[in-house]
């Protein structure tokens, strides 16, 4: 993965979390959102974790 497309995808990661936040509030649970924030950060790094 090139450094440009990293940046963008940290970029839209870091900056959509507030809004799915905003929409999930009345959904789930705070913990299990950010359970599931975690989980999706490790699965994000999980290649270069492995190498």
Known sequence: MSPLLAAW???AIVGLSPVVGKFSVGLISPALLVFLGTLLGVLYF???MTR
């Open 46 to 48: 999980i290649p270069w």
């Open 9 to 11: 995808i940290c970029w």
